[in-house]
């Protein structure tokens, strides 16, 4: 149990950013998205944080929201030219993942995908801060990162201590403006994260309480903020639920999370552009369905204690309608109305060897789990 | 949210402490209490550990169940002689609470007092490493310490971001010897943890799931462990629970707990010697019943949850049949069998200005609920 980031929860916390950023030095590389930040205001005023402190701001933005190894290196390049103390990274998962990566291959003499890859051990890290802008993947408060190397068809995921942000400051009221689409989709994230821990490995009965604390809280939260998305409240609450879900809360004493369905998940998004929290949305339901008969104790556990049930399948019927009314797909054909292709489905699993940690599917499996995406 | 502490857990993890402790130097202060950990081979493993990477060890014993701010001073004292890089403290909550006061004293120029009235700020810290032979305090954890001026009957809590232990050791065999009445008082310790946060200020309502959460997982082990104290699953929960109960994973979102039961056994404590958990086992119920008509959603929303009862005078009943079932007594009379005088114990709450945070009890409150420790 380690986890050394400091966070800052609530309304105008960023009134503290200035303060924070400048303890570290007065050369910052603020690493942004597309621009979206530019529309809401948020930009302006985190600019104006770090005027008023005096920081020379380089900027990096235009990050993917599947974030590039491309963009790493060329961040990491102006980073270490501008020779920076500290990075402030305004974003989503994408944007904070990419400025974990940044921040270990700016002290580094090769490029970040040597780390991806394992083959090489970071050694320093420019600190890194983050002003978190969407409630999805609690990378605000762990050391985990994924990348995608688009032109070799590979999406890693990478964790290591250095990683961990030193301060995340999280406003809720900086969510407000996060669509409807997006909104659903980190809620299935968090759902996702919450289940990855349970199907892990490892018998830990209070981390599984926590679990399902987790869960809990979205269901009760997920469909009110759905219906008033400019509700404060409920975005505080799912935004702390999803910092929940990923911080270490859920996984002491568990060996290992499955993470397989989050790596079938990632076969549809390079396939069909499925958003991430989407593609999890549709292979869950599927997943488990498939696996109430292999571990029907496990599945039984969860959906007793999500939905008071004693009957699997009624509870993952439920779980399927809780997502649906958050809008989110549960069938492939909910989210692309285009051809499809079942066997090309299989064959980039297999090409993958997409798989959970624990419980492992066989080709014969990916078959049966990919008709469940169809019916 | 903030919490530096990396903690160790599982059999045998004490085979890391030596690598761990050289890391922060060669001077080492070693903490511990009146002896138990000699009986039962615990300062053993420890010293052998140091011995073997060549650690020199300043030994400062003795530390009392109700820690004295004398030993605190005179411990900081001889580590100051010593020049010491790092303390390593072994015991419960009383020597993890010393040491880390004298963490502070260490570096200061005037004794500890001065930090625990708040008239002097610490400004460095030595390095603490705690390894924990008593389920309970969840100081492990925490940036918390209680210490006691006996002469002048005080006994106060102090907090500081520099007494985080560093790393701490939690196995839970080194609580296997923990005989039935401590381990009990250590459950009942952890649950009014938990119910201190439910009863604070703030709605947090995913915090409040991981008090029931840490709640349940007690109802359900604790009385599994005291049927079978060598049961080392059973005694890894429980450590767990009580880390978890004070950790801050239910205090975020709340501005503060409310403590006035902590507040009102210490009275007991002081005037009648009833261990703390003991305390806490006499006052909560009464507590309780008290507070039952003057805020019953809350109150309600506990037994709810806990007991699945719509009936609060039925779920402090239940709990008050768990608390009896570990061994905890839940009246005066359980626990002394000497002579009571309740105005005596209303005088010593008026002269300690005894009370809550959140919920204030009046002087003619003090009698309802002292009324309470006996019927």
């Not at 509870?315 to 989110?328: D, K, N």
């Amino acid at each position: 149990m380690y986890n050394p980031t400091r966070v800052h929860f609530g309304k105008g916390v960023v009134a503290g950013l200035g303060n924070t950023v400048s303890g570290y030095g007065r050369q910052v590389l603020l690493v942004y998205g597309k621009g979206s930040i530019k529309a809401n205001g948020i930009y302006d005023q985190v600019m104006g944080q770090l005027q008023a402190v005096g920081s020379v701001v380089h900027e990096y933005s235009g990050i993917k929201s599947n974030p590039l190894v491309e963009d790493v290196d060329l961040a990491a390049e102006l980073g270490r030219e501008k020779g920076v103390d500290v990075i402030v990274a305004v974003g989503g998962g994408s944007v904070i993942d990419s400025a974990k990566v940044i921040s270990i291959t700016i002290p580094a003499d090769h490029g970040a995908w040597e780390f991806m890859e394992g083959r090489r051990k970071p050694r320093a890290a420019v600190p890194l801060i983050s002003v978190l802008t969407l409630a999805a993947t609690g990378t605000e408060m762990n050391k985990f990162a994924v990348i995608q190397d688009t032109a070799n068809h590979r999406k890693l995921g990478y964790g290591h201590d250095l990683i961990y942000p030193r301060h995340s400051f999280l406003d809720p009221a900086y969510t407000l403006s996060v669509n409807a689409g997006y909104t659903a989709y980190g809620i299935a994230d968090l759902m996702a994260h919450a289940m990855e821990l349970w199907f892990g490995e490892g018998d830990a009965p209070l981390s599984d309480r926590f679990i399902l604390a987790i869960m809990q809280e979205a269901l009760e939260a997920g469909p009110l903020l759905m219906k008033e998305l400019g509700n404060y409240e409920l975005r505080a609450r799912i935004m702390y639920a999803a910092t929940s879900a990923l911080n270490g809360f859920t996984a002491y004493g568990k060996a290992k999370g499955d993470w397989g369905v989050h790596s079938f998940g990632h076969v549809l998004s390079v396939m069909y552009d499925v958003p991430h929290g989407a593609s999890l949305s549709i292979v869950y339901p599927a997943w488990l369905k498939l696996m109430q008969e292999r571990i029907p104790e496990r599945v039984g556990a969860l959906m007793k204690g999500l939905f008071g049930t004693d009957d699997s399948s009624e509870g993952i019927a439920r779980l399927e309608a809780f997502l649906l009314e958050l809008g989110c797909p549960v069938r492939l054909a909910d989210h692309y109305a285009g051809d499809w292709d079942k066997e090309a489905v299989v064959a980039v699993m297999e090409r993958n060897a997409s798989n959970g940690a624990v419980h492992k599917l066989s080709a014969e499996d990916y078959r049966l789990l990919v008709d469940l995406y169809f019916s």
